[in-house]
């Protein structure tokens, strides 16, 4: 199954075993690319001998981005593993708080979704209402 018989699919189908099939797939493809690109991150960082105390200081600042680019993936690995773990459960593409169907569109997306737009944005209000105040 691809993207467009997924999208062609009546609503009535949501998360039937081919949808759930499609996004397993989908989140341990995610997965291994993830663990790819952080291996490939831990790769390209370049730890060698250099004398002048601005290339020393160039050197240590891109190692540091690429240790927190690398340290952002590897927070995704949790998340693909707990929506592998709800397609097992039968619980994937439901709003973990109003048990809503999140959206094909959307998992699309973020296949780690847990939330329909509206809680997601419900949320992320809630949130920078609470930043404000501090």
Known sequence: MDEKALMAMSEDDYMNEEQLAFFDARLLQLRQETLDE??????????????????????????????????RKRQLIPKIDKARQRIRQGEYG?????????????????????????????????????????
């Open 38 to 71: 952080i291996e490939a991150s831990k790769q390209d960082i370049n730890y060698g001998r250099v004398s002048d105390v601005s290339d020393r200081a160039t050197l240590e600042e891109e190692a540091q981005i690429a240790l927190r680019l690398a340290d």
């Open 94 to 134: 439901y709003c973990l708080e109003s048990g809503d169907p999140i959206g094909i569109k959307r998992l699309l997306i973020r296949p780690t979704a847990e939330y329909s737009t509206d809680i997601k944005n419900i949320n992320e209000k809630r949130e920078r209402r609470y930043e404000d105040k501090r």
